[in-house]
């Protein structure tokens, strides 16, 4: 059973990124059996820290690629790209054209592709092709 784990801002930025979160899951259910992502999964999270770090640390390790969102800070997205990166998970970047983001999140070895996208057709035309190689 192939898993895929999208995430990307919550709290701060999280309202800007719905469309892509939304989007993203959509289209990954053409390809992957199970779609977790930061929207509905984790959103509005009624959840103690404790809870919600533990929860989020069980679905990256168990899951067969991360594609996170970097256009954003948030330190909980790059603890993520951590996490897979200590548990050897794939991870694709997505990042909006324009935007610098972080060079230590762009180093990590486990990002195996970054996207650099401005529409969501564009973004759907990249993923849909990046994604052949982890399903």
Known sequence: MSKVYIFGPINLFGEDYLPVYK??????????????????????????????YDRTYKTITKCDLFIGELSSPSIGVGMEFQMAQEHNIPCIILCKKGVKPSIMAFGIPCAKQVIYYETLDDLSKQIEAAVQEFK
């Open 23 to 52: 989007h993203l899951r959509s289209l990954c259910q053409k390809y992957f059996d199970e779609v977790i992502c930061t929207y509905p999964d984790f959103w509005d999270s009624k959840e103690s820290p404790q809870d919600f």
